[in-house]
């Protein structure tokens, strides 16, 4: 089953928002409201950022916010700061044969 | 607090098997799926598969049907993940990883080991 699909690099200045997106389709993003958002610094483990489309763990920025529109969901960071540059990951559940699928990751660079 | 620690790197070579650890504290094990996910190098997750430590039932990513086996051992509070016939591809960090809970559990990842590297290679 292949992969969510996601732009392989944005970037933007401090303060400034960005928005990542991620593609599926209807049998995974479409059919389900479990979308997830992770951040992993490098060499770091990936940290859960985003549950079930728009809710945030607590403890997490409400810089951090998300969507979904049909097959697509984003993440969208407002007020960009040098520590949110890393790699961004979404995730789905499906109704394929693997429970969840995760794009292929997205790196953020604050310029 | 809610802890996962994993077994140490592995090496080894293709057409063999590796069984990584991961040992839960700070939680009840047997109330949580324990999940697999894997990140090869400068690549994205994939999803392997989960394990219900309650009852030992597993349900395996069609890409690994047949190569992997997941099995734990409540007395240890530890759950394993074998996989076999490795090739290169296989190289990558395998992570354990327990969903989100307050009130209730959600299908997302929220506690993860440290990860574990497995290195495939002739």
């Known amino acids: 089953q292949s992969a969510l699909t996601q732009p392989a690099s944005v970037s933007g200045s401090p303060g400034q928002s960005i928005t990542i997106s991620c593609s599926g389709t209807?049998?995974?993003?479409?059919?389900?409201?479990?979308v997830s958002w992770y951040q992993q610094h490098p060499g770091k483990v990936p940290k859960l950022m985003i549950y079930d489309v728009s809710s945030r763990p607590s403890g997490v920025s409400s810089r951090f916010s998300a969507s979904k529109s049909g097959n697509t969901a984003s993440l969208t960071i407002s007020g960009l700061q040098a520590e949110d540059e890393a790699d961004y990951f979404c995730s789905s559940y499906t109704s394929g044969g693997s429970s969840w699928l995760f794009g292929g990751g997205t790196k953020l660079t604050v310029l | 607090q809610v802890q996962l620690v994993q077994s140490g790197s592995e090496v080894t070579k293709p057409g063999a098997s590796v069984k990584v650890s991961c040992k839960a504290s700070g939680y009840s094990f047997t109330g949580y799926h324990m999940q697999w996910v894997r990140q090869a190098p400068g690549q994205g997750l994939q999803w392997m598969g989960r394990i219900n430590p309650n009852s030992g039932g597993t349900n395996y990513a069609q890409e690994f049907q047949g190569r992997v086996t997941m099995t734990r051992d409540t007395s240890i509070r530890t759950a394993y993940m074998e996989l076999n016939s490795l090739t290169s591809d296989d190289t990558a960090i395998y992570y354990c990883a327990r969903v989100y809970c307050t009130e209730r559990c959600y299908n997302a990842l929220h506690i993860w080991g440290q990860g574990t590297l497995v290195t495939v290679s002739s």
């Open positions: 209807s049998s995974d993003i479409g059919n389900y409201n479990h």
